[in-house]
């Protein structure tokens, strides 16, 4: 069943020839411990150019290329789409406006601004991280990865669907129970940290959960609930503020 479900995750939330059918879809949906599992996959590949003793722009440039690569712009999308809803700042604009923003396939300023943002702030972060050495580079981006994933899977647990569709089929099968194994499933990542590496690794864990409830929060209150571009964007900005959080921890501890 578990490798049914990340056989789904992997099809679901990257590029890899994984070969997912209907089968490992529902599997994948009603397990979200799945998302964090896939962490692992994406988050061990997109640290490999770190592990290479390169200039530190070539190792950053090589390591978003790879992360790129691997999951597409589907979660770009997602971030985008949540801008540009975001956007719509007006207190008398109704939940139903936003969502109709947040559909519209043409992106708005908003979407714009954050992604060239986001982008940017994670690049800057992969400088940060090149610059900390190969180990504790690979081993914060690993750390990054999974904890955007485990943030995605918390949506899932902890979220309510704002209307029919991805977010929906994704959050119909969890309740918060299932928040346990998804856990569990994060937390050896620490055990990969460097010597007096394990603030940083556990900051850099953390910055994908605490983005989930902050954008939960939002998606609640402006969306009436999650949907697949909420669960995008929570995956980009979790990563980048992951990033950031492990680099700054290991500088300063």
């Not at 990257?14 to 979200?32: I, K, N, Q, S």
């Not at 990054?144 to 309510?160: H, P, S």
């Amino acid at each position: 069943m578990v490798l049914r479900a990340l056989q789904g995750a992997l099809a679901f939330l990257t590029r890899l020839p994984a070969g997912g059918d209907e089968r490992a879809w529902d599997a994948f949906r009603r397990t979200p411990m799945a998302f964090v599992l896939a962490g692992y996959v994406v988050g061990g590949f997109a640290a490999l150019p770190l592990a290479i003793p390169l200039p530190l722009s070539t190792t950053a440039a090589l390591y978003l290329a790879t992360l790129y690569l691997l999951t597409g712009v589907t979660h770009v999308d997602g971030l985008a789409d949540v801008a540009d809803a975001a956007a719509v700042h007006d207190d008398s604009v109704d939940r139903d406006r936003r969502r109709a923003v947040l559909k519209d396939s043409q992106t708005g300023v908003g979407g714009t601004l954050a992604v060239a943002l986001t982008l940017v702030v994670l690049a800057l972060g992969a400088l940060g991280m090149a610059g900390s050495g190969p180990r504790v580079a690979a081993t914060i981006a690993l750390a990054a990865e999974v904890g955007a994933k485990t943030g995605m899977a918390a949506l899932v647990c902890l979220g309510d669907a704002a209307h029919e569709g991805l977010g929906s089929a994704l959050t119909e099968e969890a309740d918060p129970t299932a928040l346990v194994p998804v856990l569990v499933a994060a937390v050896p990542v620490v055990a990969l940290a460097p010597p007096l590496g394990t603030p940083a690794i556990v900051a850099a864990l953390l910055g994908g959960p605490v983005v989930a409830l902050l954008v939960l929060r939002w998606s609640r209150s402006a969306l009436g609930g999650v949907s697949g571009d909420v669960f995008g964007a929570t995956n980009e900005l979790g990563r980048a503020v992951g990033v950031h959080a492990g680099v700054v921890a290991w500088a300063l501890l």
